[in-house]
């Protein structure tokens, strides 16, 4: 992978600093806005299968279906982007967030009820890519990895303060006012974004002629960071698909921490409720602040750690800036935070020992790993490749949703064969490959390149 002198560069991030924070405090609220949608239903399942007379076993499913719209939504979003402009998009995906949230809460039966959740499924995912780019394209790289921990922020207390006011609303009121709730989010986010953000820059909005009309339909513009071959284009540099292939390897990381995201939240009241007897959507909604608590610490140490590991890697190569370095700040999160709390958090629900307390604080530390993680793992993927960041992190998104949604279906059968102690060991064993192969990738991935360039030439 190509290395770049820190400083470079510099002159594109010309933002002024208070326009970078509107940038920034938008595409966090978009984040958090579409994350709510998608798990803010959770602690209300029940009273919503009744309601529209279908079972909890299919309105799960219907999640897992959601996850899969928000994979494959981007072969969707791409020819629309490359259209139309990535702004134009951005606030078309915003506006389609808020009409089928409406949509959602006029459902008058579980078939309408699915097909509004699926569409509005079908925004997240674009909003979160674009997001990351246009942070890429306002922060310099030193500044990217806090940037992105704050937009990790938005995303991940979305999906855990998502069901707490979900938990609240369907105590006192109906299920239905989590969607106009959802609403009046997804409408302030339009008005935000219509204000605050810019225009792609240094590229061209739109596609002009048949044939780039037609280039932008080929799905397999998404696909190339993980199907392309390692091809060297010249003596002096690592060729554009040689970095789209390691960051396919990143793609694996972040499915595997999408899949231990949603084996948590999609199991927290099916294996919390029976464990302390807590009978409320109220009570039990109530256990996400503890994930919560820790996606939100995690954001910002993994902004910190991030950040941090580059400026130590470039001190150390005299201001050579390599973007696989600040993947070496996570590594004992994979190794020793992420298994050692998730074996906590399972055995002592799956034996009932430890009470209340230890539980919540080793569900903290999951969250705050998972988190730390992703941080690395996400700026990694929008500065491998920048003259082909959508694709690279489109690439990244339908892996990672793919997981999310084999987790969120598969959690609650799989818990109730073979034990909530047994999953989450299953959980810390691929944590400890993840992190072995993020540490591969790390230390000696510039070396696998420099053999395979070597072989080539």
């Given at each position: 992978m190509q290395g770049s002198k820190h400083g470079s560069d510099g002159a594109q991030?010309?933002?002024?600093t208070w326009q970078k924070c509107l940038i920034l405090t938008d595409a966090c609220f978009v984040v958090f806005t579409s994350s709510s949608a998608l798990c803010s239903i959770f602690p209300a399942t029940a009273q919503i299968a009744a309601e529209l007379s279908t079972t909890v076993e299919t309105l799960h499913i219907a999640n897992a279906c959601v996850q899969i719209a928000m994979g494959i939504s981007l072969f969707v979003w791409q020819p629309i982007r490359s259209f139309i402009g990535r702004r134009n998009a951005y606030l078309l995906a915003i506006f389609i967030l808020f009409c089928f949230s409406i949509g959602a809460a006029l459902a008058i039966n579980a078939s309408m009820f699915i097909a509004m959740r699926i569409i509005v499924g079908i925004t997240g995912t674009f909003l979160l890519v674009a997001g990351q780019e246009i942070l890429a394209e306002a922060f310099d790289p030193i500044g990217r990895g806090a940037a992105f921990g704050y937009m990790q922020?938005?995303?991940?207390?979305?999906?855990?303060?998502?069901?707490?006011?979900?938990?609240?609303?369907?105590s006192f009121t109906h299920w239905r006012i989590i969607y106009w709730l959802q609403v009046g989010l997804a409408g302030l986010s339009l008005i935000l974004s219509s204000l605050f953000i810019p225009n792609e820059k240094g590229k061209s909005k739109t596609v002009h002629g048949s044939g780039s009309r037609l280039a932008a339909l080929n799905p397999i513009n998404l696909l190339k960071p993980l199907v392309y071959p390692n091809i060297v284009i010249t003596a002096s540099e690592i060729s554009p698909e040689i970095q789209q292939s390691l960051t396919s390897k990143q793609d694996i990381a972040c499915g595997f921490l999408v899949f231990f995201q949603f084996i948590v939240l999609t199991s927290i009241p099916h294996i919390i409720n029976p464990r302390f007897h807590f009978t409320t959507p109220l009570v039990s909604s109530l256990f996400y602040l503890a994930p919560g608590g820790g996606f939100v610490l995690g954001s910002l140490v993994g902004g910190i750690v991030s950040d941090r590991t580059t400026k130590r890697y470039i001190a150390k190569r005299d201001g050579i800036r390599l973007p696989q370095d600040r993947l070496n700040g996570s590594l004992p999160i994979w190794l020793g935070v992420m298994p050692v709390s998730m074996a906590i958090y399972g055995w002592t629900l799956d034996l009932e020992v430890g009470g209340?307390?230890?539980?919540?604080?080793?569900?903290f530390f999951v969250a705050g790993g998972i988190v730390v993680a992703f941080?690395?793992?996400?700026?990694?993927?929008?500065?491998?490749?920048?003259?082909?960041?959508?694709?690279?992190?489109?690439?990244?998104?339908?892996?990672?949703?793919?997981?999310?949604?084999?987790?969120?279906?598969?959690?609650?059968?799989?818990?109730?064969?073979?034990?909530v102690g047994l999953v989450f060991t299953i959980c810390a064993i691929i944590s400890v490959t993840g992190g072995v192969g993020v540490f591969l990738v790390a230390r000696y991935g510039l070396q696998l390149q420099n053999h395979r360039f070597s072989?080539?030439?």
């Open positions: 991030y010309a933002f002024p922020i938005g995303n991940t207390t979305g999906l855990t303060i998502g069901p707490c006011i979900g938990g609240i609303i369907v209340m307390a230890v539980p919540i604080i080793s569900v941080n690395g793992l996400n700026t990694y993927t929008a500065e491998a490749l920048p003259e082909h960041r959508f694709a690279a992190i489109s690439g990244k998104y339908i892996i990672q949703y793919g997981f999310g949604a084999v987790s969120t279906a598969a959690v609650v059968p799989l818990i109730d064969a073979i034990g072989s080539r030439v």
